[in-house]
């Protein structure tokens, strides 16, 4: 693997950024690319906890803001290598979230002072469950390095702010049935088969709308996967349904899992990964300046980042980045080049004073 090159331009470090697979779990080889390029940048201090690389400046300034990127990406999906065709980049990671890890290293690396102090992170684990994030390990580990007055995570956004984000609870609904053969199937009762019930009510699931500061948030329910059966000779006693529960921020985790109870009853229903949404919080006077510093008019975030870890901590937050989001996961994600290169203008300029 060549050395990753930070000072290069953004376009084409996302493209090399994208060339480096980095599935969740599997982020130690980016991390280390990561790391090493950041150490020779002589106005940063740089730190590497697990396969989080955490780099601060050190000015004396009275503010301190956070930059954070996860490293890590949702498995290959015949996505690899990365290809440029008109204006747009395509490859795994190029949406999310490569092309804002990108913005965020070259500013670290080219821009030695700045208005406010910048911690910049960039960390493991984002796509997969809560205690495997690197945010959720630095946190418990190293709390003062998550301080700031304001944060920008740099998920794709479409280069507009998205603000606040969406709580997510995974949940595991158990179908009990009766075991017997299949040459006497009527001596049980098939599990897999009262399954359709629970897949019924997700069917006849309609999504609620929440408009919260002005923002109308969806929200999303849908079974992930299906799990069943002993033998292929035998009535299963036994069907997991997991499900996804995306809910609007005006919701605590308490209210979210109190519905999909209700809504699975009398089936039995058990939490498997839970997070809070975040309120936009778009009044706090350091978001309202982010926004005019960059312009455009501010979107609901649809999914969950990061962002949510920020708001528990007292810290305000935003998400921020190149790339529309609808694009995260699929097997087409891309982002164009000209939104790499806006969102690196406008967080230059937002972070030296300028904008």
């Known amino acids: 693997m060549q050395p ?3 000072t290069q331009d953004p376009v084409s470090l996302t493209r090399q950024l994208v060339d ?6 599997d982020e130690r080889a980016i991390a280390d690319a990561v790391e ?3 150490r020779t940048v002589g106005h940063l201090t740089v730190q590497r906890l697990g396969n989080t690389v955490v780099a601060r400046t050190d000015q004396g300034r009275a503010e301190r803001v956070v930059v954070a990127g996860h490293l890590d990406t949702v498995p290959v999906n015949d996505n690899l290598p990365s290809r440029l065709e008109d204006g747009v980049l395509h490859g795994l990671g190029s949406c999310d979230m490569k092309g804002g890890v990108a913005v965020a290293l070259h500013l670290a690396a080219t821009l030695a002072t700045t208005a406010p102090d910048v911690t910049y992170l960039f960390y493991e684990c984002e796509e997969v469950e809560a205690e495997r994030n690197g945010l959720t390990k630095l946190a418990a580990s190293h709390p003062e390095l998550l301080e700031g ?11 507009v702010v998205e603000a606040g984000c969406q709580g997510t609870l995974r949940v595991r609904v158990t ?3 009766e075991r017997a053969h299949s040459a006497r199937s009527w001596m049980g009762s098939n599990a897999i ?8 009510r997700l069917q ?15 929200e999303g329910l849908n079974a992930v996967a299906v799990e069943g059966g002993v033998a292929g000779n035998v009535v299963p006693d036994r069907c997991h349904v997991t499900v996804n529960y995306r809910f609007a921020p005006d919701r605590s985790e308490t209210e979210a899992v109190a519905f999909v109870r209700e809504l699975f009853a009398p089936f039995h229903v058990e939490v498997v990964d839970s997070a809070p949404g975040a309120l936009p919080g778009l009044a706090v006077p350091a978001a309202a300046a982010f926004v005019d510093a960059v312009g455009g008019t501010p979107k609901p975030k649809f999914g969950w980042t990061d962002v949510a870890r920020f708001s528990s901590l007292g810290v305000p937050a935003v998400n ?4 529309d989001p609808m694009y995260a996961h699929r097997q087409d994600e891309h982002v164009p080049v000209a939104q790499i290169e806006r969102v690196s203008a406008q967080m230059r300029a937002w972070l030296a004073g300028d904008a």
């Not at 480096?20 to 779990?25: I, L, Y």
């Not at 088969?193 to 019924?200: D, N, P, R, S």
Request: charged share 25%; net charge negative; proline share 8%.
């Open 320 to 323: 921020f980045g190149p790339g």
């Open 36 to 38: 090493d390029a950041l």
């Open 149 to 159: 007055d304001f944060a920008v995570l740099m998920e794709p956004s479409d280069a």
């Open 193 to 200: 088969h009262a399954a359709g019930e629970v897949l019924a």
């Open 175 to 177: 179908v009990a049935g």
């Open 204 to 218: 006849r699931y309609e999504p609620r709308l929440a408009v919260v500061d002005g923002l109308e948030y969806r």
């Open 20 to 25: 480096m697979p980095s599935v969740s779990g």
């Open 4 to 6: 990753l090159d930070v």
